[in-house]
């Protein structure tokens, strides 16, 4: 006997919280739908806004999701409530606190009147994160929230770290005018890296425990943890070998060094199990410099750990990426374009949108016009490419070889100078987390360019 399917819909649905931990009971919510087998396909970012009708509550953190379901409109609006009152919404005042709130905005192309919905949502038009000549209905970038540490989503195949509650690092507003500049100290565990090879040891726990101390103090709030380097021409060493000089760095830094209680730990790194190893040992985010495409395990596990993400542009592999540095509509456009590929085949597999930070990949398959154009205009890749817009961006210009060939600086460790005249283009274009090698002098070099492009004294 033949199967018969129920035929599935698109709909758009709209979440907001202001009760509790916000974040975490939008992330809930989202993992409740996929097990009520409403598949989540696509999320907007995140947007804090004013609280509307009754004033006198705390902010709303809000979004909108693309789904696919077999539910009609009705059994979906009861299933959403089922959600609702499971994840512990009491409604005792209309329009007032709610720890979760989820509204159908759109169904197919239906137009459905009930006494008990409404479709399209009568006061869509009125709400501040949604709006009606796009689909899917995009926030207003008043004032656009991305995250760095989260908590895991819990599975059978994998389960949360040891301590349950990650470290309070700050949400990234990406499109606040006054937000500050976050540096992203880099720790490569590498014998073999074009700047710092074999000055950071994972045998010598000691000196490491010091050298992550000296980061945080001058400035560091995010410290990016590598076991294998990237840089042109290397040659791949073996997953083994990655994880024996990471997993131990990490586990030590979240154990036994309390002043990075507050700081976020990035994993940097193209394997998919070398990522999932990170972040049950202590990351917080995964850094992959293919953006997915090395592993085709990676996607799938970034979403599966529930982490912040950074997708960077890069084409091929590092021994031929130097090979690959045809950009025939301008480097702008294309290396925009590359990005949104990845970025939707990140939200194929299951990413939020809100855990997603873009870099555009100084220095891999890019030479020096193309890295000077992207410092340039990185305001028009951030903010001209559509399908792109309110995503925070990470630069890594530090020490680089076109800064070497501007100043004829050979060697890499005394590139600092250049290094900073590039930090401050990166604040310019709206850079939200640089990274880079020499952690005192940019924290200053970002702080005075915070002032002057931020606005924060």
């Avoid at 005042?93 to 009930?114: A, E, T, V």
């Avoid at 952690?439 to 070099?445: A, G, I, L, P, T």
């Amino acid at each position: 006997m033949d199967r018969v399917h129920s035929p599935t819909h698109r709909a758009f649905i709209a979440f907001g919280s202001n009760v509790g931990d916000r974040i975490e009971m939008i992330e809930a919510a989202c993992r409740e739908m996929e097990r009520a087998s409403i598949r989540v396909k696509r999320t907007s970012s995140l947007f804090e806004t004013a609280p509307m009708y009754v004033l006198d509550q705390d902010p709303f953190m809000n979004g909108v999701c693309e789904v696919e379901t077999s539910l009609s409109p009705m059994d979906l609006l009861d299933t959403l409530q089922a959600i609702e009152i499971g994840l512990g919404r009491k409604k005792l005042i209309d329009k007032g606190p709610r720890s979760i709130d989820l509204d159908i905005l759109l169904y197919d192309q239906q137009i459905f009147s009930h006494d008990r919905l409404s479709i399209p949502h009568q006061l869509m038009l009125e709400r501040d994160f949604t709006h009606p000549s796009r689909t899917p209905p995009v926030p207003k970038p008043h004032d656009n929230l991305h995250l760095a540490p989260s908590k895991p989503a819990p599975s059978h195949t994998n389960p949360p770290p040891n301590d349950p509650d990650p470290p309070s690092f700050p949400a990234l507003h990406s499109t606040h005018p006054n937000r500050p500049t976050h540096i992203m100290a880099i720790l490569n565990l590498t014998p073999d890296s074009f700047s710092d090879g074999g000055t950071h040891s994972p045998a010598d726990l000691t000196t490491l425990t010091h050298t992550i101390e000296t980061m945080i103090a001058s400035g560091a709030t995010i410290i990016d943890i590598g076991g294998e380097s990237t840089r042109p021409g290397s040659t791949p060493i073996s997953e083994t070998e990655e994880l024996s000089r990471v997993i131990p760095v990490i586990r030590h830094i979240r154990t036994n060094i309390p002043s990075a209680s507050n700081i976020a730990l990035s994993i940097d790194t193209y394997r998919a199990r070398v990522a999932e190893e990170a972040c049950l040992a202590g990351a917080d985010i995964i850094n992959d410099v293919s953006a997915g495409q090395l592993d085709p395990e990676m996607l799938p596990t970034m979403a599966r750990t529930g982490k912040s993400v950074i997708l960077m542009h890069m084409r091929g592999t590092p021994a031929t990426m130097t090979k690959l540095t045809d950009y025939p509509n301008g480097v702008i456009r294309d290396v925009g374009a590359e990005l949104c590929a990845r970025v939707a085949a990140a939200e194929a597999a299951g990413i939020k949108r809100w855990r997603i930070i873009l870099d555009p990949g100084l220095g891999f398959a890019k030479n020096e016009p193309h890295d000077l154009a992207i410092l340039r205009d990185l305001n028009t890749l951030r903010t001209g490419v559509q399908g792109l817009e309110y995503f925070p961006w990470l630069m890594g210009p530090s020490r680089k070889r076109f800064v070497g060939r501007l100043t004829g600086v050979q060697k890499a460790s005394e590139r600092t100078w250049g290094t900073a005249a590039t930090v401050t283009a990166s604040v310019a274009g709206g850079a939200d987390i640089v990274r880079v090698h020499d952690v005192k002098e940019m924290w200053q070099v970002g702080r005075v360019a915070d002032a002057i492009y931020r606005g924060i004294s």
